[in-house]
Each structure stands twice: as structure tokens, then as C-alpha cells.
DNA sequence: CACTTGACCTGTCCGC
DNA sequence: TGCGGACAGGTCAAGT
């Protein structure tokens, strides 16, 4: 659940509260989280101090003064939450879904030299934080096929275009989820900008008219934007770095409103089917579907 | 190579 | 009430 928004959001909300602190110990309990050596982690971040926290696609990094990076990606159910000062003792507020930390989803604690704690909670342990040093990260696989940031200025209506060639014989979803094609959408955008663009999810990607992919691209930098402003979506699991929720699920069109009228007045139902393998949220009437060039 | 499906996990919800 | 099974969805590996 955690996509481009999501992870934009936690990256803001982490620069604001652990650049500068020193790392003095780092725990972890569950190896697949956090597979990195021990002696190399004691070897490598402790007493490192946090220079910079920066996102690509839904991967955060966040750079120490070693020249070593935490790169984390939450997958479908991590969140990384700071405990500090200002919360010790002060209970935790109204739109939070966090309780006291550690809790049974806590995969990894990182303890800074004021005490303060960033903890890596991941339910379903699909999650992962990683030691790299800072200079090899482009060099990891992920990121040599990872696509364009749709929201960079470089994401150009014909870049989208030339993206989207490569896989012109599947959906237009599988197309979205491509993390080779445009990078950090996921389910809850990919359905929001294929309603938004009037677009089927299951349109066979070379059979779209160039008009209706303008419109993609223009939803797509359109959504994901929104979210950001209000904070990403909170689902079930996602909280930004204060263990906060997120409110673009308020203002989602067609994700999770299965059974709801289509907001566009159209009068008919929002559907939810299968596409790609995962649940897709339609309005059959507004989305056209287009199979033959 | 293009594309689809299954595995990785745990918590929740639904039907019997 | 208990219990099995489907479902949730990001990414990679394995399959067609």
C-alpha cells in the first residue's frame, strides 16, 4: 500500500525529525527485515550521524555520514515511525493507528544518541531494510530498471508514451504497476488515474488512443500530487513518521468505493473486478474499453 | 523476449 | 463460537 505518496510522505516527515541524530544501537528481530551482517551494521552506522533522507520510486534511503545508506522498502505493510521527545509520555494522538512501540510488528529499532527511536514495523514481513554504501545504490538491480519519477519535470508526455510502447500488448493496468514503466504507482493510483483518464483497466496499452494516454499522463501526475498534499492514503496499515494517517481515502473516486454511485453522475455503480491479478475498482460506463487498434 | 502466475507473510473477514 | 479459506497487494522468481 505504501506508493509514491505514501512514501513522499514519510520521507518529509522523517527529514523534519532524524537529520542530525547519531545512530547508537540498531536491533532487529526478524532476519529477512534486516539482512545485514551484525558486525558490519556495529562496523558501519553506529555512532553515524543521519545526513539525508531521499526516496526513489517507493524506496526511501536515508544517508549517514559513513557514506552508508538504510535503503528500506515498506512493501505492503511497513511503516517507519519516530518516538521522540515530544511524544514521550504524551500519548499518542487522536489520528494515530500506532500504540506504544515496540509492538509485535516491530522488525527493526534504531536508537538515536537522545534516546529518541525510529522503529520498522512490518506486519507481514514482505518489507526489507537494507546497508548499502551510499555510491552503490544505483547500482543495485531495482534501481538500474526502475522507470522515470512520474512527478520530475523530465516525465514528458512523450516519455510516457516511449515507456509505455514496451509492454503495448498488455493491460493498461499491468502497464502502471510496471515499476520499469513509471515508477511508484501502485493499485490504489493506477485504479484513480484510469478513471480519472476515462481509461478501462483492461484496454490492451497499444489499442489507446494518443489522446486518452495525454490524459493518463496528466491523471497520473494529477493523483499522485493530490495524495501528497493530503498526506498519502490510509488503507489499513500506512502511517506517515509520526504514526499518522494519511486522508486521500476521502477524496478517492473509485478505490474501495465498490457498491458507491460513480461520482461523475454518470448514474451507474462502481464495480470492483480482477485485472492483472489484483483488485480493480471501475466505473463501467465511464471507462472505455479499448481492445483493437 | 513478452507476459502471467505464484511465493513471500500475517491479520481480517466471510460463510458454514 | 470455531474454523477453513479467500483476500489484501509490491516485487521477484519461475513458468508459459
Not at 1 to 8: F, S
Not at 19 to 27: A, D, M, Q, R, Y
Not at 134 to 139: A, G, K, M, Q
Not at 203 to 214: D, E, M, Q, Y
Amino acid at each position: 500500500m505504501p506508493e509514491l505518496p505514501e512514501v513522499e510522505t514519510v520521507r518529509i516527515g522523517l527529514k523534519k525529525l532524524i537529520i542530525g541524530k547519531t545512530i547508537v544501537n540498531v536491533s532487529f528481530d526478524w532476519p529477512k527485515s534486516f539482512p545485514n551482517d551484525p558486525q558490519q551494521t556495529a562496523a558501519f552506522i553506529l555512532n553515524a550521524r543521519i545526513q539525508n533522507v531521499r526516496r526513489r520510486a517507493k524506496v526511501l534511503m536515508i544517508d549517514v555520514s559513513t557514506d552508508y545508506s538504510l535503503v528500506i522498502h515498506l512493501k505492503m505493510t511497513g511503516q517507519l515511525v519516530y518516538r521522540g521527545e515530544q511524544t514521550f509520555g504524551a500519548g499518542h494522538p487522536n489520528d494515530s493507528l500506532v500504540g506504544d512501540l515496540p509492538d509485535k510488528s516491530t522488525r527493526v529499532i534504531i536508537t538515536f544518541a537522545d534516546n529518541s527511536q525510529l522503529f520498522f514495523n512490518d506486519q507481514r514481513k514482505f518489507g526489507w531494510m537494507r546497508l548499502i554504501p551510499t555510491l552503490e545504490i544505483p547500482n543495485i538491480d531495482f534501481m538500474k530498471k526502475v522507470g522515470p519519477e512520474p512527478l520530475e519535470p523530465s516525465f514528458t508526455l512523450q516519455v510516457f508514451q516511449d515507456q509505455l510502447l514496451r509492454r503495448k500488448n498488455t493491460n493498461i493496468k499491468a502497464a502502471l504497476l510496471d515499476q520499469t514503466v513509471v515508477a511508484g504507482i501502485g493499485n490504489i493510483y493506477a485504479d484513480e488515474s484510469l478513471f480519472m483518464a476515462g481509461i478501462h483497466p483492461k484496454s490492451i496499452v497499444g489499442a489507446i488512443p494518443k489522446r486518452r494516454i495525454n490524459l493518463l499522463h496528466d491523471s497520473v501526475v494529477h493523483v499522485l500530487q493530490l495524495s501528497i498534499n493530503k498526506g498519502g492514503s490510509t488503507d489499513k496499515n500506512y502511517v506517515n513518521a509520526e504514526g499518522k494517517k494519511g486522508s486521500y481515502m476521502s477524496f478517492a473516486k473509485v478505490f474501495r468505493q465498490e457498491g458507491n454511485i460513480c461520482p461523475n453522475g454518470c448514474g451507474s455503480i462502481i464495480e470492483k473486478i480482477k485485472v492483472a491479478g489484483r483488485g480493480t475498482h471501475i466505473c463501467k460506463k465511464c471507462q472505455k474499453l479499448y481492445k483493437v487498434a
